[in-house]
């Protein structure tokens, strides 16, 4: 019986040590993002801050280094940063990742499904009551150069609706290790606020062109390797 | 010994993993309709199910300060809408924007609200749970009242075989009872399935030919709407500026289109439109009998030309929207206060 035991411990100890996770790492530029300073400048010549981000990733297919892959549609994982709050990284399946796959938010059929558990829990704050479906991406940060009160932004985007579909695939070849079973990549911010005047746009917070055209913009940050 | 260890443990295993044991509840409605929209897979009906939504629906336990229900606005005996005022009202006194639509037949809904935002029943509660101008609270903020409370909790686990209430059970409990809602005994539905107790004047008679010529691209039988938006060209109120379909698909053709509501038991469902500018039915008639109506671009081309009606034909037509009334629907005990 003892004998037995033992073995459970250290298979789960070896359980353990296997966890694999792909950790996305919010970036600006080449600078780690350190929430609530303001020291981040984009190309703009706008200075700001950041207090929170919260996104949607779905439907992942993972390949590791021999080429094996796995696929897990219909997999759906809210991320969250800020001051108060850090989960950023997704158990994942396989060993060393040479390439993922993701939907930068919820496919159309996910948003309409009636699927409330999980990260889907309207209860999270991602969920639009008035228009049914899912905040893709939202952060929210101070900027002198924005004309919101107290010069806050605030970018709410999402929607599902042809032609102002948020979504978008994201596909990575990853170069980083990975160290203690975890691999990095990135997630530049700033690719957005190199497009966008914070003097003209303070704030979206409803499906549409704009929101189409903001979340391309951040969805063109994803990167293996900072720059 | 080992066997009865073995068996208690099955047993016990059995309870753990078959849940409780739920009455199934069968929806009934008119082989002569269509097929319900709803999808009964994702949350199918029992008794355990519906008795936990018409509690809900009843409780203000929901809203932020516990003063309103989902019932404060949509009554009974209203057919599950509020006369007493043009819009909305929420806790605090707090106004609305739009009307209150009557709850009625919503299994065939495609689509939920005036402007059709919400598409699915299941999650329709969370825009009145959470609206400032509404019930004013959050999922969260409801979900933990709920979860103090041990009838809510017996309420939950009877349902769903689990006593902490989430934001799925929630709204599954809600959409059982709301889903349930169905209209069908009016005296125009016994009317047209033959019987011979449901007489309709020659006036109801009259006023039905009518109805059929002119209005039923929008109202068809037998559930009375087509489930489109229109623009029915009523004035815009500068006060109270309102968009509708447009705030959802920001399309320029959707501008001033609302949801077109069922006719059934329109009578005691007043005031109308999306902005209840209209107390009375014969205002509605003569709404679209006029010319003086607002013409934007996205009227609807059916009413471009106005119907005509004369006084005799509009009180034809008031008489047979008044067999849409079904008074059983709206006593039915069922779907009342439940006696705690």
């Known amino acids: 019986m003892r004998f037995f035991n033992i073995l459970i411990f250290l298979l789960g100890i070896a359980r353990i040590s296997l966890a694999q996770e792909l950790r996305i790492r919010p970036v600006f530029g080449p600078d780690t993002l350190d929430w609530g300073k303001d020291k981040y400048t984009s190309a703009k010549a706008e200075t700001m801050s950041f207090s929170s981000l919260e996104l949607y990733l779905s439907d992942f297919t993972w390949t590791d280094s021999s080429g094996k892959e796995v696929k897990e549609p219909g997999r759906v994982e809210l991320l969250e940063a800020g001051s108060e709050k850090q989960n950023l990284s997704i158990a994942h399946p396989l060993g060393s990742l040479k390439r993922v796959c993701f939907r930068f938010g919820l496919d159309s059929a996910t948003q309409v499904s009636g699927r409330m558990d999980g990260d889907l829990d309207p209860a999270l704050g991602m969920y639009w009551a008035w228009n049914t479906g899912y905040i893709q991406c939202r952060l929210e940060g101070n900027s002198v150069s924005s004309k919101g009160k107290k010069g806050k932004f605030e970018f709410h985007l999402g929607g599902y609706s042809s032609p102002w579909a948020t979504d978008q695939k994201v596909c990575l070849d990853l170069t980083n290790p990975s160290i203690n079973g975890k691999q990095d990549v990135f997630f530049d911010i700033k690719a957005m606020f190199d497009q966008v005047s914070l003097k003209k746009t303070h704030s979206v917070l409803i499906p549409g062109e704009q929101a189409r055209q903001l979340s391309h913009f951040l969805g063109s940050g994803f990167k293996s390797q900072l720059q | ?340």
Request: aromatic share 12%.
């Open chain 2, 1 to 340: 010994m080992v066997s009865i260890l073995l068996g208690l443990m099955l047993i016990l295993l059995g309870f753990r993993f078959s849940g409780p044991r739920t009455i199934p509840r069968q929806f009934f409605y008119p082989k002569s309709w269509p097929k319900p929209v709803y999808d009964f897979k994702k949350n199918p009906l029992n008794e355990e199910g519906f008795e936990l939504g018409r509690s809900l629906f009843y409780d203000p336990i929901l809203s932020g300060d516990s003063s309103i229900s989902c019932a404060s606005c949509h009554l009974s005996f209203t057919g599950f809408t509020h006369v007493d005022h043009a819009v909305s009202h929420g806790i605090e006194g707090r106004i609305g924007r739009r009307n209150t639509l009557a709850l009625v037949n919503l299994a065939w809904n495609t689509s939920f609200h005036w402007d059709g935002g919400v598409l699915n029943l299941d999650q329709q509660a969370i825009n009145p749970i959470s609206h400032p101008d509404e019930m004013g609270s959050n999922l969260n903020a409801s979900l933990k009242k709920l979860s103090k409370s041990a009838r809510y909790r017996n309420l939950f686990f009877k349902a769903f075989g689990d006593s902490v209430p989430n934001t799925t059970n929630l709204l599954k409990g809600l959409a059982q009872f709301t889903v349930s809602l169905v209209a069908s005994n009016s005296r125009y539905d016994l009317f047209m399935a033959g019987d011979t107790a449901a007489h309709f004047t020659d006036q109801e008679k009259n006023g039905l030919s009518i109805f059929r010529k002119n209005c039923t691209s929008c109202h068809p039988e037998p559930l009375f709407t087509n489930y489109s938006f229109a623009n029915t060209g009523l004035n815009l109120d500068s006060l109270n500026p309102d968009s509708g379909r447009f705030e959802i698909t920001r399309k320029p053709e959707d501008i001033f289109k609302f949801r077109v509501p069922s006719l059934r038991n329109v009578a005691v469902t007043f005031p109308y439109m999306h902005d209840g500018r209209f107390r009375k039915l014969r205002e509605v008639i003569n709404h679209y009998a006029t010319k003086n109506c607002q013409i934007t671009n996205s009227k609807d081309p059916v009413q471009q030309d106005e119907l005509i009606f004369d006084d005799h034909q509009k009180k034809d037509i008031l008489a047979f929207l008044h067999t849409l009334t079904d008074t059983k629907f709206i006593r039915e005990n069922k779907f009342q206060h439940p006696i705690k």
